[in-house]
């Protein structure tokens, strides 16, 4: 056939039932079961295939069945009550924000991935995941908040594991005209278009609108006419590409993204870059300030005073740079556009690192990051401290622990991953308004009235669809790679409703340890086969397709779960994604997580599992450091780091089986009330501590709120504080080579707790105005650092009676830094000078 073009032809909704296609275009449906129920009634086999969508649905049913459903009584009954609820929820004034954050600018948040639902798989894990939770929640406050991301026509991939076990990856095209977005429009009514220059090319980006509640998210596509087949490939694929194509498409997501807030009119005063992938963005703002007439110091400047990293990668390797010359490839007018040099701009990126053995300079994204921020933030409060570590060279002669990265500890958007079977249960005991108050942790005080009974039997309940869920994905797994008939068959019986279920699913980097379990197959063997007290775990995950390293895990899980010793005790599923995630967390018993510490950064998939009463059992890493309390679950392993992975790995193993041996199997069987204890502790601590509504709470109270009055601050006025404070900064760096510093210190060899030492200080500020200069001494115990001021004196020295708080074995240095009133911290003009 030759094929002209394509048509969508929309249902006609009988008048009863109208509001089902707004629902549809709101992803409000994906955290609210009963809305899903709609849908799925209609036609649950058309609801599997077509990834839970309801706007597909809508359009691949027959019109006889929608009229059958409008002349269903009990159907229009609880069709009102979700529109009720919905309208409800739209229409809220008295918001969170409202209440408690008035004040609050209007918020853009920049991400590369976004998981809101299977549906739309613009996702490849934990990152888009926390993206679409962090959304999700701005609504449920009422912020003003709006996302910008990238809409990928064949997402991330769909995962097949052949019949060795070995990850296949097939990309889909996805129909946009059958998802629930829509062409964003311009106040005009106009289809939002944006272009950016890349290179020597000048690319043309729609612009699509997606509504999540009461927010919306903007997806950039290139895939239009008038682009060259190359660049309409830019938005193909998630995290596909090489270099070049990665470079080129954070060139987008900065460039075009705010380039889509402007053409839409969209007011935006904090701008949050979810990793560096959204780094790029810093460019197009100084652009637009430069070409209002500011130099590129004071512009850039009043860019990082409203905007906030956050970063998420513990590891070097994971923090893209690209060499000099790929960038001057993509972004050669930009110096030029910017009123500064090659050198300047890409002094703000540069990290020197090995490459083939010679140090080189590079574009770091994470360094552009933070130098185009003035906060920063990990993601737990140990990636914090890895963070801050890991930067500490960008402020030469400051500690670790002075870097200013700080910390938010991840959260999870409850609704989306807590079943109606528990919601219901909780809504017994919790107060009417419960899911507007996630966050308070007195109110989940009140799960302690939850007796034994009510518990086991939502989560037998829970565990049996997952059963079942996971009975069905085998076979049809079997099935595509020509199992026979007895394997078929054996599927039927595969996984027990009554044995202890451990669930491990998450994204397949070595890191990670999923085969950590196999490190000892007999002492396994004997756990998981014990006829009175089985043991059975479900894995599931991806390998990134050019990550054969983790592909070989998956693979050696698959066989595993082959031997006649894990025969049905242990399952590895295929193609993980949301649908999945929700089938495990709700259905496992506990959840597993054994990372190599400190390399987790936070992982947000065992709170989703507390949500629903499974506690976890978990490496002391991310936030399961911060969660666990002796009473809510089980840690694996020491809170210490080793110098031999291998010693690492072992101790953790040996812990792991320990741990399951003489205190997780016995209490699940032969302790009912303690084991009941344990699940109503992991939901009462987990649900609000964990919550994504407490986490966007904390980005509004540290970070919102604060930016935005600073950006406010040093933007009035045609940005004059921010002038002064570029110009303080050139002026002072030019004089830091002449300035000294000299110190003494009387120091006796023994002293007790709270003695004073006196130290003094004579500076030479070649100019500096005194005021402008801190000159303290610094103590050091271990990691501890304490600081205090020393007082300048009438005749320009400085001194002061140091206290040592403490007993132990103390360094004392002192040390002057350059400060002025409006610096987001004392380290930000880089510079401090030792005695």
Not at 46 to 75: C, I, K, M, S, T
Not at 111 to 133: K, T
Not at 443 to 451: D, I, K, N
Not at 455 to 460: D, P
Request: hydrophobic share 40%; net charge negative.
């Amino acid at each position: 056939m030759n094929v002209l073009g394509q048509v969508t032809v929309l249902p006609e909704l009988p008048a009863a039932l109208a509001r089902l296609s707004d629902l549809a275009y709101n992803l409000y449906w994906s955290w609210t079961p009963q809305a899903q129920d709609l849908y799925r009634d209609l036609d649950a086999a058309l609801w599997e295939r077509f990834q839970h969508n309801p706007v597909r649905l809508l359009l691949e049913l027959p019109q006889a069945r929608l009229d059958g459903a409008a002349a269903d009584a009990a159907y229009l009954e609880r069709y009102r009550a979700v529109i009720a609820d919905f309208d409800a929820y739209l229409g809220k004034t008295d918001t969170w924000a409202i209440r408690h954050a008035p004040q609050l600018a209007p918020v853009a948040y920049f991400s590369m991935e976004y998981g809101f639902h299977e549906s739309l798989p613009i996702y490849s894990g934990g990152l888009g995941v926390l993206a679409g939770d962090h959304c999700k929640s701005a609504s449920d406050l009422g912020l003003p908040f709006t996302a910008v991301g990238l809409l990928f026509h064949q997402g991330y991939f769909r995962q097949m594991l052949n019949r060795d076990g070995w990850q296949e990856e097939a990309y889909d095209e996805l129909d946009l005209t059958t998802l629930p977005l829509r062409p964003a429009r311009t106040p005009a009514g106009e289809e939002a278009r944006v272009s950016v220059q890349i290179g020597s090319r000048e690319v043309h980006v729609r612009v699509w609108e997606l509504l999540i509640g009461r927010i919306r998210v903007l997806l950039l596509d290139t895939n239009v006419p008038g682009n060259s087949p190359e660049d309409r490939k830019l938005t193909a694929r998630l995290y596909g590409g090489n270099q070049e194509l990665r470079f080129q498409q954070y060139v987008l997501l900065g460039v075009a993204g705010l380039r889509a807030l402007r053409v839409l009119e969209v007011p935006a005063q904090v701008y949050h870059m979810n990793e560096g992938h959204a780094a790029l963005l810093g460019l197009e703002r100084v652009r637009e300030l430069v070409g209002g007439g500011l130099d590129f110091r004071t512009a850039t400047e009043a860019v990082a005073a409203s905007t906030l990293f956050t970063t998420h990668t513990p590891v070097p390797a994971g923090n893209d740079a690209f060499a000099y010359d790929l960038v001057d490839r993509y972004l050669p007018e930009w110096p030029g556009l910017l009123g500064t040099t090659r050198d300047d701009l890409y002094a703000l990126a540069r990290h020197d690192q090995q490459w083939d053995g010679h140090w080189v300079p590079t574009f770091s994204m994470t360094v552009f990051a933070l130098a185009m921020s003035r906060a920063a933030n990990g993601v737990s409060e140990l990636h914090g401290e890895v963070s801050r570590d890991m930067w500490k060279f960008l402020y030469p002669g400051a500690e670790a622990a002075e870097v200013p990265i700080g910390h938010v500890t991840n959260g999870a958007h409850n609704l989306t991953f807590t079943s109606q079977a528990m919601r219901d249960l909780l809504s017994a005991v919790l107060p009417g308004d419960w899911t507007e108050r996630l966050e308070d942790e007195a109110m989940w005080e009140a799960v302690e009235r939850l007796s034994d009974a009510q518990l086991a039997g939502v989560q037998r309940d829970m565990k049996r669809e997952m059963v079942a869920f996971v009975r069905a994905r085998v076979r049809e797994q079997g099935l595509r790679n020509g199992a026979s008939a007895a394997d078929l068959a054996a599927t039927d019986g595969l996984l027990s409703e009554d044995a202890l279920t451990i669930g491990f699913a998450r994204r397949f980097a070595t890191y990670k340890r999923a085969t950590l379990l196999f490190r000892d197959r007999e002492r396994l063997a004997r756990i998981l086969n014990d006829p009175q007290r089985p043991v059975q775990f479900v894995f599931a995950g991806k390998a990134h397709p050019a990550d054969n390293p983790g592909k070989a895990f998956i693979q050696e899980i698959y066989r595993m779960s082959q031997l006649p010793e894990f025969r049905g005790r242990i399952v590895i599923l295929e193609n993980y994604d949301m649908n999945v995630a929700r089938h495990l967390v709700q259905g496992v018993d506990i959840w597993l997580n054994n990372p190599r510490r400190p390399l987790e950064a936070s992982g947000t998939s065992g709170m989703k599992a507390s949500f629903n009463g499974a506690p976890n059992f978990s490496i002391l890493d991310g936030w399961w450091r911060e969660g666990y309390d002796g009473t809510n679950g089980w840690p694996i392993g020491e809170e210490r780091e080793y110098a031999d992975l291998n010693v690492q790995d072992e101790a953790d193993a040996h812990s792991l089986y320990q741990t399951l041996e003489r205190e997780i199997v016995p209490s699940y069987y032969g302790d009912q009330a303690g084991w009941a204890r344990t699940v109503r502790r992991a939901i009462r601590t987990v649900s609000p501590r964990f919550s994504m509504q407490r986490q966007v709470i904390d980005y509004v109270r540290q970070y919102y709120v604060p930016l935005g009055e600073r950006g406010a601050t040093l933007s009035a006025g045609n940005a004059a504080r921010a002038r002064q404070v570029a110009e303080w900064k050139v002026w002072v760096r030019g004089q830091w080579p002449h300035t000294s510093l000299s110190a003494s210190a009387d120091l006796p060899a023994t002293a007790r707790p709270g003695q004073t030492v006196e130290v003094r200080a004579q500076v030479q500020p070649a100019g500096i105005r005194p005021e402008d200069l801190r000159v303290e001494a610094v103590l050091k115990r271990g990691d501890d650092v304490t600081r205090f001021p020393l007082e300048r004196q009438g005749d320009g020295s400085y001194r002061a009676a140091v206290p040592l708080p403490g007993s132990g074995l103390y360094t004392v240095g002192v040390r002057m830094l350059p400060v002025i009133e409006g610096l987001s911290h004392g380290l930000e003009a880089g510079l401090i000078r030792w005695a």
